[in-house]
């Protein structure tokens, strides 16, 4: 169960579009209506990491699922995101809809997901997607587009037509400690709240920002 927000400010402060004692339902809402405005993934998230030096990176992955203390996402463990992740444990990220001129920040905490909810997700995608899995070594040099499309033909023999999750590949989850809600306001007097808490366990505060 969705644990209940200590407000900081009255209810009718957060009317409308950013009502609600659930953070995870809201940010669920606002992903709903953005799928029917957005005109190619809805979903995209610019997903940032660090690496070993303190570096940033950042890069655009698709969020797969919003769930009641998470949000989750899938990748190579073999990537360089990956490897930043599992190394920091922590991440951030941004999802912005033009169409709807909202936009949600969140930071948190990692954990691999990488059991039964990953299985299913991976065999749920087209087996093309599924073979790509297996044939790219992402974020790893290539030689030639040509060499790609030769190890998912290699892939595609002996894989056949119902491949399994590679065991390099699965799910993320980011387990937030902060979500900011935005919407784009007249004259750039934007409206933000942040919802702030300590840890999974805690109780969430929140607090309206100036734009």
């Not at 655009?60 to 996402?73: C, D, Q, Y």
């Not at 990692?110 to 790509?132: M, N």
């Not at 007249?186 to 366990?201: C, K, P, Q, T, Y």
């Amino acid at each position: 169960m969705p644990q209940q927000a200590r407000t900081r400010y009255r209810m009718s402060d957060r009317e409308g579009l950013f009502a609600g004692d659930d953070p995870f339902e809201i940010a669920r809402q606002w992903l709903t209506e953005a799928e029917a405005t957005e005109p190619n993934d809805p979903n995209a998230i610019a997903l940032a990491t660090v690496d070993a030096s303190g570096m940033p990176n950042s890069r655009m992955v698709l969020l797969k699922e919003i769930e009641n203390a998470a949000f989750v996402f899938y990748t190579n463990y073999e990537s360089a995101k990956a490897q930043e992740l599992d190394a920091s444990g922590t991440a951030s990220f941004v999802m912005h809809w033009k169409s709807l001129r909202r936009q949600i920040r969140v930071r948190g905490h990692i954990e691999r997901e990488d059991g039964p909810q990953a299985d299913a997700y991976f065999e749920s995608r087209s087996l093309k997607s599924r073979l790509g899995a297996w044939a790219s070594q992402q974020s790893r040099p290539l030689s030639s587009r040509n060499a790609l499309l030769a190890e998912v033909a290699k892939v595609t023999a002996t894989k056949g037509t119902n491949p399994k999750r590679p065991h390099f590949w699965g799910g993320y989850r980011l387990m937030p400690i902060e979500i900011e809600f935005w919407a784009d306001g007249a004259f750039r007097l934007h409206d933000r709240f942040v919802w702030r808490r300590g840890s999974a366990e805690d109780d969430w505060t929140i607090t309206r920002l100036s734009p």
